[in-house]
Antibody, heavy 123, light 109 residues
Framework: QVQLVQSGAEVKKPGSSVKASCKAS????????INWVRQAPGQGLEWMGR????????NYAQMFQGRITITADTSTRTIYMALTSLTSDDTAVYYC?????????????????WGQGTAVTVS | QSALTQEASVSGTVGQKVTLSCTGNSHNIGSYTVGWYQQISHGAPKSVMFGNSPPSGISDRFSGSKSGTTASLTISGLQPEDETTYYCSTWDSSLSAVVFGGGTKLTVL
């Protein structure tokens, strides 16, 4: 099974961008879809988008379209989530979460493994 | 407002069986498998069920089911360590997105 380790906490100014990373270890990396899920203080989980590694397919939640990009560097097994035009509403813990991708669209088979989270503060 | 609807809170006594529900529609729960995630003290969530199959290492006290557009997570023999927040999630074909419920806080009395 894949394990996910995320980059450290970030403090950003309003209007700037953040790029969080999620490094995967384990032999089945390419079989996974890596999702990004965030949680604002005191709130629930909010899906932001995903990258299905085997097919190179990316999906983004409507509310983040135009502001989010999820990419992967397969040589280092690292997935990146970049979010632009930050506001205080983007203050949250950002999790990467992986699940094995099915053979057919939407390739969704849950979120088996989670990273430890990256706290992003916009102030 | 979440695409999936969960009870805000559920309570039970030690040893009791409790059921958490998750209601959606034909575009999400009605068509796709539902996952359940446990989040302790705002740490990273952990998968406890996908459909009716628990991941390895998860207690067999946890079971999952679905009927139409409602999914359920049942916890038998409730233990104090089960007290935390549970989220349901699945794919939504009308949104082309993963959707979550608002979470249920389970209290063990």
């Amino acid at each position: 099974q894949v394990q996910l380790v995320q980059s450290g906490a970030e403090v950003k100014k309003p209007g700037s961008s953040v790029k969080a990373s999620c490094k995967a270890s384990g032999s089945t990396f390419s079989d996974y879809a890596i999702n990004w899920v965030r949680q604002a203080p005191g709130q629930g989980l909010e899906w932001m988008g995903r990258l299905v590694l085997r097919f190179g397919v990316a999906n983004y939640a409507q509310m983040f379209q135009g502001r989010i990009t999820i990419t992967a560097d397969t040589s280092t097994r690292t997935i990146y989530m970049a979010l632009t035009s930050l506001t205080s509403d983007d203050t949250a813990v950002y999790y990467c979460a992986g699940g094995r991708s099915g053979n057919y669209y939407p390739y969704y088979q849950g979120l088996d493994v989670w990273g430890q989270g990256t706290a992003v503060t916009v102030s | 407002q979440s695409a999936l609807t969960q009870e805000a809170s559920v309570s039970g006594t030690v040893g009791q069986k409790v059921t958490l529900s998750c209601t959606g529609n034909s575009h999400n729960i009605g068509s796709y498998t539902v996952g359940w995630y446990q989040q302790i003290s705002h740490g990273a969530p952990k998968s406890v069920m996908f459909g009716n199959s628990p991941p390895s290492g998860i207690s067999d006290r946890f079971s999952g089911s679905k009927s139409g557009t409602t999914a359920s997570l049942t916890i038998s023999g409730l233990q104090p360590e089960d007290e935390t927040t549970y989220y349901c999630s699945t794919w939504d074909s009308s949104l082309s997105a993963v959707v979550f419920g608002g979470g249920t806080k389970l209290t063990v009395l």
